[in-house]
């Protein structure tokens, strides 16, 4: 049976400030150098997350810090430069730069996520469970642009869709036991396109692991510099999300201050339930009693043994001193309920 209350989180975990600078000059370093680098950033997004208790923790997302080490990086086909329709405002998705498709998309190396996960399991100490995240191919589409070749985003969509399916099943193949799809992308655009088509494409992406890992998948509103994009309600989800061939589903509740709790219940009958208790995008910092409270409320709709509770989003958008105190903050707090349960 699952740990009670299960504390976890979604893949990504904010930079060191010195990452960010260092990924700004990488001319001057050389590949030793940059994996170095990139060690050092896993060993301290370790350290936060098991220093705080979690019960599952990832790399927390630090190599993908330049177009070449990015998924896109590993896609050919595709032209380097970024196209933003907007350069300059108040920041928001529109200012995310795209890319043009200039030939026919193909991984030959892999995506990358497989040398992440054996970085992670060689630095990881025993005990948390590690956990290994990639975009799922809808959510990978989005800052790709359609061409003659690949006419919509469901054709590029349906490109990626292979590419994702074999680096899970190689994730599985290096000893993966858990895997997060982020498809935030489908929860954002639920209100307005296909949801048949949506659970279509996800179920036929994670088909060859089935069975073979703990899988789950997380949904949000969007988080690009802080900010949300979707139409924010669970509904448009229901009752075709509860098709998603997975383990455990992943949804934003806290930013939402946990609108339509009760739709939780839905999916507790099909599936574990791992809720966004921890806001990323605000720096109010959750005490442990406000995130007992929270658990609280959730175990009415979710049993313990099928609920795990993590923050809203990656905390990639947060600055690193207030994912720090939220993250110890939501392991105290779990071990408070714990206790009377
Ligand atoms: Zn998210």
Same mark, same amino acid.
């Given at each position: ?5 299960? @504390? ?49 923790? @990832? ?42 498709? @200039? ?6 190396? &892999? !995506?990358?996520?497989? =040398? ?19 975009? &799922? ?33 190689? !994730? ?7 895997? @997060? ?30 069975? =073979? ?36 589903? #992943? ?18 009958? #099909? ?34 043994? =099928? ?35």
């Amino acid at each position: 049976m699952q740990q009670l209350i299960r @504390t976890t989180v979604v893949g990504s975990y904010p930079f060191p400030g010195w990452l960010e600078y260092a990924s700004q000059h990488l001319d001057q370093f050389g590949p030793a150098d940059i994996e170095e680098m990139i060690e050092d950033a896993v060993i301290a997004a370790i350290h936060d997350q098991t220093t705080a208790g979690l019960d599952v923790i @990832t790399d927390g997302e630090q190599t993908r810090l330049d177009f070449n080490l990015s998924f896109y990086g590993y896609i050919k086909g595709i032209s380097r430069d970024e196209t933003a329709t907007r350069k300059f405002g108040p920041p928001a998705h529109d200012q995310r730069g795209k890319h043009q498709i @200039t030939d026919t998309l193909t991984a030959p190396r &892999g !995506l990358g996520v497989v =040398k992440e996960f054996q970085r992670l399991k060689r630095l990881a100490p025993a005990g948390p469970v590690l956990k290994a995240s990639i975009p &799922g191919p809808y959510t990978l589409s989005g800052r790709l642009l359609p061409n003659a070749e690949y006419k919509d985003r469901f054709a590029i969509t349906e490109a990626l869709l292979p590419m994702i399916q074999k680096e899970l099943s190689d !994730l599985v193949a290096a000893g993966c036991r858990e895997i @997060t799809i982020d498809e935030p992308s489908m929860s954002c655009y639920a209100y307005k396109e296909d949801t048949k088509r949506f659970v279509k494409i996800f179920n036929e992406t994670v088909e060859p692991v089935v069975g =073979k890992c703990h899988l789950s998948t997380h949904l949000c509103f969007g988080n690009f510099k802080g900010r949300p994009v979707g139409y924010r309600s669970l509904k448009p989800m229901l009752p075709d999300f509860l098709q998603f061939k997975v383990d455990e589903i #992943h949804i934003e509740m806290a930013n939402r201050e946990f609108a339509e709790i009760e739709l939780l219940a839905s999916f507790a009958k #099909h599936m574990h339930v791992a809720v966004g208790i921890i806001d990323v995008k605000n720096y109010y910092i959750e005490t442990p009693e406000d995130v007992a409270e929270r658990i609280k409320r959730c175990l009415q709709y979710i049993p313990a043994e =099928k609920l795990s509770v993590a923050p809203d989003c990656g905390l990639s958008q947060t600055a690193r001193w207030a994912s720090r105190k939220k993250l110890v903050n939501m392991v105290k707090g779990a071990e408070m309920v714990r206790k009377t349960l």
